[in-house]
């Protein structure tokens, strides 16, 4: 069981560029989240996903998207990359009912 | 909507001293209460989790928590801190479909 993987673990990009940060688990797990991480905020979820083909948008959605056409992965697509979008990035997933969620390693992106 | 406050951003204390890390939650009907740490670099996992039942829940590591309806408290404490401890911990409560996460705890383990 590889659990939750994230790809790249570092990116660097410039303003205006486009990229997909990659997400899998082996897990069969239902629910799939995207979060980021900012020092004193916390995690913030940005989309969100309870099954294939079903997303819906967190508390910072503007500038991504998302889709989710197998169970095992949830790619995150940032559209036109800004500097406020400098941040790490956490996947994490979790079964059905009050389940725990389990987390990827992250991936830390710069925007320049 | 549901919410919670973490009521520090860090919490110095020396090594095998006890330490409580606070949390409060807004309220609801059913409540359902997770804590988190992250250590240095990596993903969050799992310490403990309050679903019902018990009010004192016991998670790894050493570490345990208080379920409080009535101050809609759930705070986290251990009575001997080690280094290792030394670590991000986030308090989160379960909403329809989704966590909402507190803005987190660093805790600093001194020898």
């Known amino acids: 069981n590889a659990g939750v993987t994230q790809t790249p673990k570092f990116q660097v990009l410039k303003t205006g560029q486009s990229m997909t940060l990659q997400c899998a688990q082996d897990?069969?797990?239902?629910?799939m989240s995207w979060y980021r991480q900012d020092p004193g905020m916390g995690l913030r979820l940005i989309h969100y996903s309870v099954g294939a083909g079903i997303t819906d948008q967190g508390e910072v959605p503007n500038g991504y998207n998302v889709s989710r056409s197998t169970t095992e992965d949830f790619p995150l697509r940032l559209l036109s990359a800004a500097p406020s979008q400098t941040s790490v990035y956490f996947c994490a997933s979790r079964a059905g009912g009050y389940n725990e969620q389990f987390f990827g390693p992250g991936t830390r992106l710069t925007v320049l | 909507a549901q919410s919670v406050t973490q009521l520090d951003s860090q919490v110095p204390v020396f090594e095998e001293a006890p330490v409580e890390l606070r949390c409060n939650y807004s309220s609801s009907v059913s409540v359902y209460l997770f804590w988190y740490v992250q250590y240095p670099n990596q993903g969050l996992q799992l310490l403990l989790k309050y679903l019902s039942g018990s009010t004192l829940v016991k998670g790894i590591n050493g570490f345990e928590a208080e379920f409080n309806k009535s101050q809609t408290s759930f705070h986290l404490r251990k009575p001997s801190v080690h280094i290792s401890d030394t670590a991000e911990y986030f308090c989160a409560v379960m909403g329809t479909y989704k966590y909402i996460f507190g803005t987190g705890t660093r805790l600093k383990v001194l020898a």
């Open positions: 897990m069969n797990h239902e629910y």
